[in-house]
Structures are given as C-alpha cells and as structure tokens.
C-alpha cells in the first residue's frame, strides 16, 4: 500500500464539494512527475486530500478507487478515481506540517506546487493523529 496527497484550490474544487459526489474522477493534472505519481495509485491506497490557495490544510481522507486511466479532458494524461473516507475533525494546517520537526522531509514542503505527490506512511499517521 502507498500513500499519497492531492491537493486543490477550494475556491475551484473542495472538500465539501467531494463530499456531495462521494467518488469522483481526480483529473486535469499537467504535471509530469504528478502523474507519474497518479500512475502509481492502487485501489485502496489511501489520501490525504489538501485545500491549497487560502485554507492551506489538510482537510479530509479519500481512498483511491479506480487506478490511472486516461484523463477525459487530455487523453494524453491520466485521472484515478477517489472516493470519500473521512473529514479530519481538525484540519492541519501548513503552518503545523512545517512546525512539525517528523514531518520535515515531506515532499509536499520541498515541491510545493505538486499537485499531487506521494506521502511515506509514517507521515501520513502522524497527520491524521494531528487531525483528531
């Protein structure tokens, strides 16, 4: 199993809206390494699913539930499918991340405008354990 992160502006597409369609297609990723990450999902690999822009926290957990097929605006990338899990009671912010001296090696805070990306399993606990 693998972990992994996506993360969305609010303001375009956000938890709430994810939570009213309970599964949806992640797509219109044009980053190479993003994909490349996309392509590596499995269904039932876990994510944590961020709010960029303004919010800047994690905010809720999804699941992978379709592994990489070609993206339906650009079949020249690829989408996964995600479904719902849960809401963190408590979003973390990007502020906690970077106060938190285990999550310094996070890929998120040395790539910044990934927008999708992988997060190692030990990373992933500590920031639901944050969340509750």
Known sequence: MNYWMVKTEPNSYSWEDFVKKGEDVWDGVRNFQARNF??????GDPV?????GKDKAVVGVAEVS???????????WVAVGLKVKQALDNPVSLEKIKSEDR????????QSRLSVMSVAKDEFNLILAMGK
């Open 38 to 43: 996309l392509r590596e999902m499995h269904i």
């Open 48 to 52: 944590l699913f961020y709010h960029s």
């Open 66 to 76: 379709r592994e990489a097929f070609p993206d339906p605006k650009d079949e020249a």
């Open 103 to 110: 999550l310094s090696a996070m890929l998120m805070l040395r």
